[in-house]
Each structure stands twice: as C-alpha cells, then as structure tokens.
C-alpha cells in the first residue's frame, strides 16, 4: 500500500480532533487547552452600586448579550466572531469581604477547540477593567 502525501493532512487533523477530544474527557474540564484568561481586581468596601456599573461597564466596553443574575452576583456577555478568534465568553462576578470588594472576571474562547487566543481574552479584560474604573471616578 503506497502512501500519498495528500492523505497526511485529513489523517492529521483527525488525530488532533481525536488527541483534543480525548484530552478533554480525561481532564473532565470542558476548558482545558481552551484559550482562556481571568483576573480579579479588588475595591474598597466604601464603593457603593457596583454591581449596577459592572453591567455598565460590560456594555460600554462594547460586549454583546450582558446578562444578570442577582441571586449570584454575577454578569455574563459575548463577543462576535474578529480576525483573531470565533469569539469569547465573558463572566464577571463580584465578591464582598470583611473590608473589600473583588471583582473576578474571566473570558473564555467560544470554540472549544482553539488552543491560541492571540491575546484576545486579556484585552477584554483591560477593555472592561478600563471601563469599570472611568465608572467608579
């Protein structure tokens, strides 16, 4: 049987599919080898109506679909397909503690398969923090 060099491509994007897939099965982490990003910066205790600007700033940095959940103290938005990923899925949530509060953010890529996010994830983060800060001034 002769191998021809136009079947080595098909043969290796199924191995990575198969090395992918199974690799996220035995992690049982839907996000591993997913480009992903999360920060968290904290406030003072004395910020009052923070939850409300985190919504704010989410659709001022230009982030689709802002969603709420009170009952979790936390936001979810998107982004739309660009030329350097298909797309991200962002949570925000806020913490309060004893003296201040945190607010975690983190934005993952939308298609589960893609390794590399080319630095997206991190400047939504900045684009959002940005934001927040111009908020809380």
Not at 7 to 28: E, H, Q, R, S, W
Not at 104 to 121: E, L, M, R, T
């Amino acid at each position: 049987m002769e191998w021809k060099i136009e079947y080595l491509m098909p043969i290796l994007a199924v191995m990575l599919f198969v090395f992918l897939y199974t690799y996220k099965k035995f992690k049982k982490d839907a996000e591993a080898l997913t480009g992903k990003y999360s920060t968290e910066r904290a406030y003072s205790k004395s910020t009052e109506g923070i939850e409300g600007r985190i919504g704010k700033a989410l659709m001022n940095a230009g982030f689709n679909n802002v969603r709420s959940n009170d009952d979790l103290r936390s936001y979810s938005a998107s982004t739309g397909l660009t030329l350097w990923s298909f797309g991200e899925n962002i949570a925000v949530r806020s913490t309060v503690l004893i003296d201040q509060q945190t607010v975690h953010f983190g934005s993952v890529c939308v298609y589960p398969f893609q390794i590399a996010d080319w630095g997206k994830n991190r400047r939504n983060s900045t684009k959002f923090f940005k934001e927040l800060d111009a908020l809380m001034a």
